[in-house]
C-alpha cells in the first residue's frame, strides 16, 4: 500500500491524502507531466494488431461513417484498417492491461486508491479529429496522454442534459455547452483525472494520439442489492415470515398501515445488517475477473505439479489479470481472501502475506517456512489454483 503523505510523481508531486481529501470522486484534477520515464510498450500498429485477435474486445467509432458516430466490433481484419478513412475516427481496444505487462506495470502505480477498485487499461489510438463523442461513465477514469495530443473538454454533472442523439449506438450527448475554465489541451505525459458522471469530450489533434484510460469498477446500488439478495436467499428460511404484530392503529381491515411498511422495513434491515454476508458478495464481486472464460482453476493434478515447483524455487509471478483482496473482520481472528471470484477463510495472521502478494509482482517461495502457519499452504496452493499466482516460465523436462 501507497505511502498516503508521500510525494508522488503520478499526481505530478501531490500526495495521495491531498488527492484523496480534494479531488476524488469530488472534481478533475489536470496532472501535467504526471506519466514520466514511459516507454510506450505498443505502436498503433500494434495495437491495430492486438485488434485482430479473437479473444481481445476491441472497437472502431468512425464519426463521419456509413452512420453518424457508426461504432463496428472486434476482431478485426487488415481490410478493415484499409478502408478506414483518412481523418476522424478512433480504435479503442480494452483491458490491455491483461495481455501487455509493461501496461499492468503503469496500472501498478494507482496502488495509492483501493485495488479491488481498479478494473483494467483501455487504450485508444486515434487519427486528427477522431473522438467517441461527448459523453459521460459512470465510474472514475483517469486518461493518461501517451503520445501525441488530445484536446479534452468537460463538464460537471450540473453543467448538462443527460439526453443522447437519436438512433446511434453509442450514448452521446446531444448538447455541449463549452466550459472554457474546463478545456485543456495535453501533450504526452499528461493525466486528466474525472469523477463519475462528469461529461467529457475528447479529440484528437494530430495522428499520435494514444490515450491510456485507467477505469475503477463501480457497480451499481441496484446491482449490489440483487447480489446481496441472492447471497441472503442462498439458505432457505420458510419459517420466517412476514406477520406484522396488530398494534391497534389500523382503522379498516382493508388497510396496509404504516406499523406494516415499519415492521417490513425493520426486518429487511434485520437482513442485511450481516457484514459478513456484504462482504463476502462485495469481495467475490470486486475480485471476478473482466474474463472469467480465460480463467478456469487448476485441476489438482495440475495445482500439485505447481506447488511443487513453487516449493522448490521456480519464479511465480502476479499477473496483470489477477484480481485479489481481502477481508477482515476486528472482532474475529479469522479473514476471507477472494481472488478471481472466489474465496478461502484463513488465519487473520497471514494478513501481511496477502498483503505483499498484493504489493509485489515476482516471487520465489523456496524459502517460505510453510510449518509456520498450518493455513499458509493452502493459501498459496489458493491463489495456484485461481491463477492468480502463475508460473513465470514452465519447468524443463
Known amino acids: 500500500m501507497t505511502d498516503l503523505n508521500t510525494p508522488l510523481t503520478i499526481l505530478g508531486g501531490m500526495t495521495a491524502h491531498t488527492f484523496l ?40 467509432v468512425i464519426e463521419n461513417g456509413k452512420t453518424p458516430w457508426e461504432t463496428q466490433q472486434g476482431p478485426f481484419d487488415e481490410n478493415t484498417f484499409a478502408s478506414l478513412p483518412e481523418k476522424e475516427w478512433t480504435l479503442l481496444v480494452q483491458a490491455v492491461d491483461h495481455w501487455v505487462p509493461e501496461v499492468q506495470a503503469l496500472k501498478e502505480q494507482f496502488q495509492f486508491l483501493p485495488s479491488s477498485r481498479l478494473d483494467d487499461v483501455m487504450i485508444s489510438y486515434a487519427t486528427e479529429g477522431g473522438s467517441v463523442g461527448p459523453h459521460y461513465d459512470q465510474y472514475d477514469v483517469f486518461l493518461i496522454q501517451v503520445a501525441g495530443k488530445r484536446r479534452w473538454q468537460v463538464l460537471a454533472p450540473g453543467e448538462y442534459q443527460d439526453s443522447g442523439i437519436a438512433d446511434i449506438a453509442l450514448h ?18 499528461d493525466i486528466l483525472y474525472l469523477p463519475p458522471n462528469f461529461a467529457h469530450n475528447g479529440r484528437s489533434l494530430d495522428d499520435d494520439c494514444m490515450t491510456y484510460s485507467v477505469g475503477f469498477r463501480a457497480p451499481s446500488i441496484q446491482d449490489a442489492l440483487t447480489g446481496i439478495r441472492d447471497k441472503l436467499c442462498e439458505t432457505p428460511d420458510a419459517k420466517h415470515r412476514f406477520a406484522a ?50 480463467l478456469t482453476p487448476l485441476n489438482t493434478k495440475d495445482l500439485d505439479l505447481a506447488f511443487q515447483n513453487a516449493t522448490q524455487g521456480q519464479t511465480f509471478i502476479r499477473p496483470g489479470d489477477a484480481r485479489i483482496c481481502y477481508y477482515q473482520d476486528d472482532n474475529t481472528s479469522s479473514m476471507t481472501v477472494f481472488c478471481n471470484g472466489d474465496s478461502i ?53
Open 21 to 60: 481529501n480534494e479531488y476524488w470522486q469530488k472534481k478533475p484534477l489536470l496532472i501535467r507531466a504526471g506519466l514520466s520515464d514511459f516507454e510506450v510498450p505498443l505502436e498503433a500498429d500494434e495495437l491495430a494488431g492486438m485488434a485482430m485477435e479473437e479473444e481481445v474486445e476491441s472497437r472502431i
Open 345 to 397: 477463510n484463513l488465519d487473520a495472521e497471514l494478513v501481511s502475506f496477502v498483503q505483499a502478494i498484493t504489493d509485489q509482482v515476482e516471487f520465489d517461495f523456496s524459502g517460505l517456512d510453510f510449518s509456520q502457519n498450518a493455513d499458509l499452504e493452502p493459501l498459496v496452493r489458493f491463489f495456484i489454483r485461481q491463477q492468480g499466482l502463475i508460473e513465470l516460465v514452465a519447468p524443463e523436462e
Open 245 to 294: 404484530p396488530e398494534t391497534g392503529n389500523r382503522e379498516h381491515s382493508a388497510q396496509i398501515h404504516k406499523d406494516d411498511i415499519a415492521h417490513l422495513q425493520a426486518e429487511l434491515a434485520r437482513l442485511i445488517s450481516q457484514p459478513d454476508v456484504l462482504a463476502n458478495w462485495l469481495g467475490e464481486t470486486m475480485s471476478d475477473s473482466k474474463y472469467p472464460e480465460y
Open 172 to 189: 452521446i450527448l446531444d448538447n455541449f455547452p463549452v466550459n472554457p475554465e474546463m478545456d485543456w489541451e495535453l501533450d504526452a505525459g
